[in-house]
């Protein structure tokens, strides 16, 4: 019930109205309306208000079954073949054939006339031919008798009743003394009543011949249409005469004019039809109506359907005033191309068989043509759709996440190569779905290696009263191949140790986490045998590493590697630099680089290192990085360089440990051009403080400072 409810503006318009105009139709009487004039005449405008929602609703229903119809691309190719194949085709036929009728009309009318007019003018020529002989016979013998002139009119009449059986002739002579008309007849014509034959006042002392309606007695004859010639006597002599020949438009007549047309004709007395048009059904003539007819059927319905009404237009025998068609019969011409054709092409030549052959040869071949075009174009507009529904499936085995199905190709065009490269298309998705898969597993799991290696960074490094540490490793993807350590030796000596793995990533990172453990292996192992070798100590952890680090990798691992004791009682800082950037220190106003040592670490197998031990006075400043410090471009390609971080490093010497390191930090990140670094960064920064440095001052601080947090290792 809530769907019935109208929601929108024009569905509540609608109701309105609709009621309204139900309360009006039901209680709204005629006495309320004269009442009410001024609510009446608003009442009155329902109906075109009510036009308003029909006609929104009648095109919103419009688009709805167009969008429902034209959703297919197959309905809509049917559609555009529709519109722009078989419309212009019908509108083209139509044109034709309504062309072809007007010809058809035209020509049949002109055929019809011309045979009427050529009868005529030989009805003429008889009755022109009877004169003569007339002529003859006055100026021979004077005043011939009744006998004589009846005798000569039969005699002459032969040569025209043998071409018109059902003709009459009419010969008027005009008595001078009694001014009368005596009247002679041929002997087959009906006997007529000496007296009552006049001459129509319009002809005058003219010739005439041509088609009639004679309706001088009409009770009688019905207004007969006749081929009449009528000729006086063109002599000098006491007395003139007149020559009528009339031939009825009969069943022998008809038969004449069909034999010259080739199609069977019908004169029907009267048409009950008011404005008759040009082509009559079959049920507007009735059998009474029927004068003559050429069908061999005696139906009234004609077998070769609707025929032709060719209009006439007689004179009126009675007052020379040509007639209109409501006032004389309907000649019907038969439709029948076929005949028409047959008639026209019937020549002695070959020529005219010869065009007609061709003529359908050609419209044979433009059927066939036209069929084998629609089969083409429902089998091109099959392949179209076919493909396009393909495609629509796919897509929804795709929407369901089945990247597995592949279309069938069956064709090599373009719609082909279309199924070609959705195959494609859902291949290589499936493949990038196997490798997110892929990837977010391995994402996972460097997760888990950058929380086991962030423990692998000092936490919280021991208590040490004269040096205050700070250390940091920003790594330049999840884990680093950089390496920074603090190794508390007791409570006076703390180990210094600073590396960078050659490579990035998982592989440096593992190597990173084994050069911890060794490291941290050999301090602990030649700790408890440093009274036999305690002079050496470092430089031997450094050996000893090397050792073990060229055993156990690859002949292409290798790290540069920094290591330092510091001694907080005598205040000492032994150092051995296995190829790594030397170490800063600044002692009063000088700044010294820690050189001593030897190559880099997993090279050489036996390689020696040398060791250096500086004695530390408060104020003295260590800082040892690694070279994404120093190498950090920006967006000119220029590096941050030594000589920057030495400067940096010493404008802000009087402060902490770790204000310098995050000094240090926050400007070589504010060079760094590139989102993504090129190398991880590591720094420690050491500051001797003395024997009186307050507590804070004394701890080892490990920030990060993206973060902006405290705590160990990596950011």
């Known amino acids: 019930m809530n769907r019935l409810v109208p929601r929108s503006r024009m569905g509540i318009f609608t109701i309105v109205l609709a009621a309204i105009w139900m309360v009006k139709m039901l209680f709204f009487s005629s006495s309320a309306r004269r009442s009410l004039p001024l609510l009446s005449f608003f009442l009155d405008l329902l109906p075109l208000l009510l036009a308003i929602p029909a006609v929104y609703y009648l095109w919103k229903l419009f688009k709805c079954i167009r969008n429902r119809m034209l959703w297919k691309i197959k309905r809509r190719l049917i559609l555009a073949h529709i519109f722009i194949g078989a419309i212009p085709i019908l509108l083209v036929i139509g044109i034709f054939y309504v062309s072809f009728l007007g010809f058809y009309y035209q020509f049949s009318y002109y055929l019809i006339t011309n045979q009427i007019g050529i009868h005529s003018a030989q009805i003429h020529a008889f009755n022109l031919s009877l004169r003569e002989g007339l002529q003859d016979l006055f100026m021979r013998t004077g005043i011939p008798g009744p006998a004589a002139i009846q005798a000569q009119l039969d005699s002459d009449s032969k040569y025209l009743l043998s071409s018109y059986p059902s003709a009459s002739i009419i010969l008027g002579i005009k008595d001078s003394k009694t001014n009368r008309i005596v009247t002679y007849m041929n002997q087959d014509s009906g006997e007529r009543r000496i007296g009552e034959y006049q001459i129509p006042g319009w002809i005058g002392d003219r010739e005439f011949h041509g088609l009639i309606v004679d309706d001088t007695r009409p009770q009688e004859n019905g207004g007969r249409l006749l081929l009449r010639s009528l000729v006086p006597s063109d002599f000098q002599h006491d007395f003139s005469f007149t020559l009528e020949v009339s031939v009825p438009l009969d069943q022998y007549l008809l038969g004449r004019l069909k034999a010259a047309m080739g199609a069977d004709l019908l004169l029907a007395g009267r048409v009950e039809r008011p404005g008759i048009d040009v082509i009559l059904q079959n049920t507007d003539i009735i059998q009474e109506n029927i ?66 052959s061709v003529l359908k040869t050609i419209f044979f071949f433009f059927l066939i043509v036209e069929i084998a075009s629609i089969v083409v174009g429902i089998l091109l507009t099959k392949s179209i759709t076919d493909a396009v529904h393909n495609l629509d499936r796919g897509t929804e085995f795709v929407k369901r996440g089945d990247f597995s199905h592949r279309i069938i190709v069956r064709s090599e065009d373009q719609l082909g190569a279309l199924a070609n490269s959705f195959n494609q298309m859902t291949e290589y998705v499936q493949h990038l779905v196997k490798e997110r898969v892929q990837k977010e597993r391995l994402e996972r799991e460097l997760e888990i290696a950058k929380e086991v290696q962030e423990r692998l960074f000092p936490n919280r490094p021991p208590h040490m009263d004269c040096m205050d540490v700070a250390g940091i490793c920003l790594p330049a993807r999840t884990v680093s191949g950089d390496y920074y350590d603090f190794l508390p030796l007791g409570s006076h000596e703390l180990g210094l140790a600073l590396g960078d793995i050659c490579g990035k990533g998982i592989s440096a990172a593992l190597l990173m986490a084994n050069l911890q453990a060794t490291l941290r292996s050999n301090v602990l192992n030649l700790r408890g045998n440093s009274e036999a070798n305690g002079e050496k100590m470092v430089s031997e952890v450094v050996e000893r590493l090397n050792s073990q680090i060229y055993g156990f990798t690859a002949a292409n691992k290798f790290a540069t590697f920094f290591f330092a004791l510091y001694n907080d009682q005598s205040q000492t800082l032994t ?106 960064m590591t720094l420690i920064v050491a500051k001797i403080v003395g024997p009186h440095g307050t507590q804070d001052s004394m701890r080892i601080q490990v920030s990060n400072p993206e973060s902006g947090s405290s705590g160990p290792g990596i950011a």
Not at 326 to 350: C, I, P, Q, Y
Not at 611 to 620: F, L, M, R, W, Y
Request: hydrophobic letters at 35%.
């Open 291 to 356: 004068l003559y007819s050429t069908f061999e059927t005696e139906s009234t319905q004609l077998s070769a359907g609707p025929p032709w009404h060719i209009f006439l237009f007689p004179i009126s025998w009675t007052d020379g005033v040509e007639k209109s068609t409501a006032d004389t019969g309907a000649l019907l011409v038969e439709l029948s191309t076929s005949k028409l054709m047959r008639n026209l092409f019937r020549s002695e030549s070959t020529i005219g068989r010869k065009i007609w």
């Open 575 to 680: 150092y051995c630099n296995a190829g790594h950037n030397p170490p800063l220190y600044l002692n009063g106003g000088s700044i010294r680089r820690l050189n001593a040592g030897g190559t880099v670490v997993g090279v050489f197998a036996d390689s020696k290192y040398e060791q250096e031990t500086i004695h530390a006075k408060p104020g003295d400043l260590f800082v040892a990085y690694t070279d994404g410090i120093v190498e950090s471009v920006n967006e000119f390609g220029e590096e941050y360089g030594e000589y920057r971080l030495t400067e940096l490093v010493d404008k802000n010497r009087h402060l902490d440990a770790n204000a310098i390191k995050d000094i240090v930090v926050r400007q070589v990140l504010s060079w760094t051009f590139a989102e993504e670094r090129d190398d991880d």
